[in-house]
């Protein structure tokens, strides 16, 4: 009961205009009472009239009144308004920051309920009522709480839009209609609602035969997906076992040439030691027989020496030089070639089908040569200190921190003539020639450009496919831009998915023919892999588009 009599309390102390307790209480000659700054905003628009009235029982005034403060009810308002402190709400009926806040509360508003499009406003509960007990207001459209009311305002007129120009296709007040939309095809709000309702369901049911369609594209494509995975995993399956065959296969083989060598090794060895054996026996002989003539030689008796000669110059049959067969330790040089030949033979047919093994528009590598590392800091083992050539950089680029940052200026900047230099790309070639196993990082900044490696061969001069990043056999291009990447070779693109990033990783493994480019953020992703053969040094190079800035980044 208690609170029942501080609401119609409240009722009675609140202002008809803004529907809260009275504020600064002023009472015009009517009797009726208002907040000073809500009767004045409502004389105010009644200046031009030079007539003034009440809001609540239209009563006229000239000239404009007096406003004074009326203390008395003053005293009561105040009173009413401790009594509410103590009875307040939960904080939960309080609008937060998601919440749309009620248009009539003053100080910390209270959560809307409702929002009326005819007003328009939002509403809590309690300054709802009146929409509920005013007959005039009960045929005002409520609807949940919105916070786009005021687009539903005429900015022009700054009255409800409540029809629609088919001619201009908006929405228009009534002022409008009959204004700059006079003529047009003006139907109302709601009736155009009707019309784009239908088309509306048409569209639905488009929307939803369209993903009822991709829906079964889906599942065709999720059974592709599990027909490609138990195909690959059957192949290597069926791979492993064809390779470990092979590998038998080699093992006997290697295994059948260990003996054969071993057996003409211990033929070999056998045959040459008889004969070795038989040539020392035959010396011996020889040297006994030297001997015993060298003694007869000296026989001072003449018929003894001719006695003893015939006997002891008789010489046993000697092994004949010519059939003494010495084979050389190319022997078995050629057996090492022979296998260096297999090698080799096996090698071109594994690259020849391993590396080509493909898969219907997508070319899947194998390679031989061993993976690459899938962490940043398996990487970063074979970073190079790369800086770039100032000799070589166009004369629109900017080179500064030691050589290792390029940007695009849109002044010349004053390099001397120089034959490595580019005269018309805004590209720049690195000082070091890269070999082995490197990797390094670009930073970008602004508009993007291209990453690349070239030979030191390619053009300078002009503005040719010669001379420009990608678009030649003597240099490889990641084109990165804010939107999307794309690999040239050769004038020949290829289209690169992956995350954007403004660094970019670059892998070379020069031996393997190797070049991979990474997208660095928290983690590293492949965007594309060349698997090729180099001929020559690479060097790294920059293609700065305006206003862009790229840095050779310092890598720990």
């Not at 508003?109 to 007990?133: F, I, M, N, T, W």
């Not at 459209?141 to 009311?149: H, N, Q, T, Y």
């Not at 088919?166 to 007040?173: A, E, P």
């Not at 678009?471 to 831009?481: G, T, V």
Request: glycine share 4%.
């Amino acid at each position: 009961m208690a609170q029942k009599g501080v609401q119609l309390d409240r009722e009675t102390f609140s202002c008809l205009i803004c529907l809260d307790l009275l504020k600064d209480l002023v009472t015009i000659p009517c009797g009726h009472s208002y907040c000073m700054n809500c009767i004045k905003d409502h004389w105010d628009k009644e200046d031009e009239k030079n007539i003034y009235s009440c809001p609540q029982c239209r009563q006229t005034f000239t000239p404009r009144p007096v406003l004074v403060k009326n203390t008395m009810l003053a005293v009561f308002v105040e009173e009413l308004k401790k009594t509410e402190l103590q009875a307040a709400p939960a904080d939960h009926c309080y609008a937060g920051p998601e919440d749309v806040a009620c248009d009539v509360c003053t100080g910390r508003k209270r959560k809307a309920v409702k929002s009326c499009l005819s007003c328009p406003a939002s509403y809590c509960e309690k300054h709802l009522q009146h929409h509920y007990g005013a007959a005039p207001l009960k045929k005002h459209k409520l609807v949940e709480p919105s916070e786009k009311l005021q687009e539903n305002i005429c900015s022009r007129h700054d009255e409800v839009m409540k029809m629609f120009c088919r001619t201009d296709q908006q929405c228009i007040c009534y002022i409008c209609s009959v204004d700059e939309h006079k003529g047009h095809d003006i139907v109302s709000a709601a009736a155009e609602r009707i019309e784009r309702q239908r088309e509306l369901e048409g569209s639905r049911q488009n929307i939803q035969q369209r993903i009822q369609d991709r829906e079964k594209v889906v599942k065709v494509l999720q059974q592709e997906v599990e027909a490609i995975n138990h195909s690959a995993d059957k192949t290597v399956e069926d791979s492993e076992k064809i390779f470990t065959q092979l590998i038998c296969l080699m093992e006997k083989r290697r295994s059948d040439v260990k003996r054969q060598v071993r057996y003409l090794q211990e033929t070999e060895v056998s045959r040459v030691k008889e004969l070795q054996e038989k040539l020392e026996q035959e010396i011996t002989e020889l040297k006994r027989k030297d001997a015993e003539l060298k003694k007869l030689s000296h026989t001072e008796d003449h018929n003894q020496f001719l006695h003893n000669y015939p006997s002891l110059s008789a010489l046993s049959e000697s092994t004949h030089s010519s059939s003494i067969k010495i084979r050389p330790l190319k022997y078995f040089e050629d057996v090492t070639a022979a296998v260096s030949e297999v090698r080799d033979e096996l090698q071109d047919v594994m690259r020849g089908t391993c590396t080509n093994i493909s898969l219907t528009e997508t070319e899947v590598d194998v390679l031989l040569s061993p993976p690459e590392n899938n962490t940043r800091a398996g990487f970063l083992k074979y970073s190079r200190e790369i800086t770039l050539d100032p000799n070589t950089a166009n004369t629109y680029l900017l080179l500064s921190e030691g050589n290792r940052k390029a940007t695009n200026m849109e002044v010349e900047q004053s390099y001397s003539n120089h034959p490595d230099r580019f005269t018309d790309w805004w590209q720049v070639l690195s000082r070091e020639s890269l070999t082995g196993c490197c990797y390094w990082e670009v930073e970008w900044r602004g508009g993007g450009g291209e990453v690349a490696v070239a030979y030191r061969t390619i053009g300078r001069a002009g503005k040719s496919e010669e001379s420009s990043f990608g678009l030649n056999d003597k240099s490889w291009s990641l084109d990165c831009d804010n939107d999307s990447h794309k690999f040239w070779y050769n004038s020949n693109k290829t289209p690169v998915s992956g995350p954007q990033s403004s660094r970019v990783g670059v892998y070379l493994d020069h031996s393997a023919g190797i070049l991979s480019f990474y997208s660095v953020s928290d983690t590293m992703t492949l965007l594309h892999r060349v698997q090729t053969t180099f001929t020559q040094p690479l060097y790294a190079g920059l293609h700065l588009y305006h206003e862009t800035t790229a840095e050779l980044c310092k890598l720990k």
